[in-house]
């Protein structure tokens, strides 16, 4: 079974390669084009007759249309030089037809029919040989467009993939950091918490290092990181913060793009929480419908000393920048993020479509 899977797999391989290779894409295609030609004119009696005679027309038109795509195309037409493009064209297609006349006469010396025929019908060849290569001339700008597209769709895919992939590398390990600050400050307290805050990065480190490398993960996922992250919040902020996380809807099932919501999180302690010389607040919601994503977050601010009503200064830091440019690449015009920067008060809100 194995090497039978190997075969047919290279196989495959072989195949596609083939359908790659020009030459065998367009000899295949003047092959299949000849014998459909041929069975609409031919019968048992003059088969072979009628397959000489398209042979020969086809060879003709292939002469224009090859001309046409690899010399009067990218000489001409590419370079905007229309006219003599089209002049140039229409003089091949006069040469073409004489030439292709010329060896049906021949080869039609036992049928004096079908030779006065030929030569009352030479205007109706040259309209079928320009015909042919102005056809060849719309496949041939369709086919460029079309590999030019696909080019820059990759190339920007690229270029999103690379851009999103250092985005990630930046908010990882501001993260991390974070997270060992936090461990790090338990152990110096002997805390028993800290074989829990272990267990909890570690399952943090675990989602950030082989889960977030999708492009999307599940929801419940990323909840189950927001938790262990303000479970891990909590044990080092103790009693002196109020942290509350409501979750509504259906969460399980669908998806998101990973690390969408943590650094608002890790925002809401790093510039508001721990400024703050008096207990303080984070409030966190999040609501999944079959469409969307509602997630809101706030929380309480330091008041900038010796300016009554004014909260002290803040950045939105390193991740805040990543997440808009996130947001950007993953979420095109299918996002809103709402932030409101308050006297005392700082509250994010973002709506996701679940595209």
Request: aromatic share 12%.
């Amino acid at each position: 079974m194995a090497i039978q899977q190997l075969y047919s797999g290279s196989l495959r391989e072989r195949l596609y390669e083939l359908y790659k290779n020009p030459r065998v894409t367009h000899t295949l295609f003047w092959v299949v084009l000849l014998l459909l030609l041929t069975l609409n004119e031919a019968n048992l009696k003059n088969f072979w007759f009628v397959l000489s005679n398209e042979a020969i027309t086809l060879f003709t038109y292939s002469l224009v249309v090859y001309l046409n795509i690899y010399y009067l195309i990218p000489n001409y037409l590419t370079q905007k030089r229309i006219f003599t493009y089209s002049g140039l064209l229409i003089a091949a297609s006069a040469i073409a037809t004489p030439l292709l006349v010329l060896l049906l006469y021949f080869k039609f010396h036992n049928h004096p029919g079908l030779r006065s025929t030929l030569l009352a019908n030479q205007n109706w060849y040259f309209l079928t040989t320009f015909a042919v290569a102005a056809i060849s001339t719309i496949f041939k700008i369709i086919t460029d467009w079309s590999r030019q597209l696909r080019e820059k769709q990759v190339l920007e895919n690229q270029t999103m993939q690379s851009e999103l992939r250092f985005l990630k590398s930046q908010i990882n390990p501001h993260f991390l950091f974070n997270t060992l600050n936090n461990l790090y400050a338990l152990t110096l307290k002997k805390s028993d918490q800290a074989p829990e805050i272990v267990i909890k990065l570690s399952e943090m480190m675990r989602y950030m290092l082989y889960e977030c490398n999708e492009k999307r993960v599940p929801l419940e996922k990323e909840v189950n990181y927001i938790q262990n992250y303000l479970d891990l919040e909590a044990l080092r902020q103790g009693k002196q913060v109020e942290i509350n996380f409501k979750m509504e809807g259906k969460i399980s099932g669908q998806q998101v793009a990973p690390l969408m919501f943590v650094p608002f999180l890790e925002n809401s302690f790093k510039h508001g929480l721990n400024n703050h010389l008096h207990p303080g607040f984070v409030h966190i919601s999040l609501k999944a419908t079959e469409e969307k994503v509602f997630f809101y977050i706030e929380n309480s601010k330091a008041i900038a000393p010796g300016i009554p009503g004014k909260s002290s200064s803040r950045s939105g830091g390193i991740g805040l920048v990543n997440i808009k440019r996130r947001l950007e690449l993953l979420y095109p015009n299918h996002y809103e993020l709402e932030i409101k920067d308050s006297p005392g008060v700082y509250a994010v809100k973002l709506q996701l479509d679940l595209i």
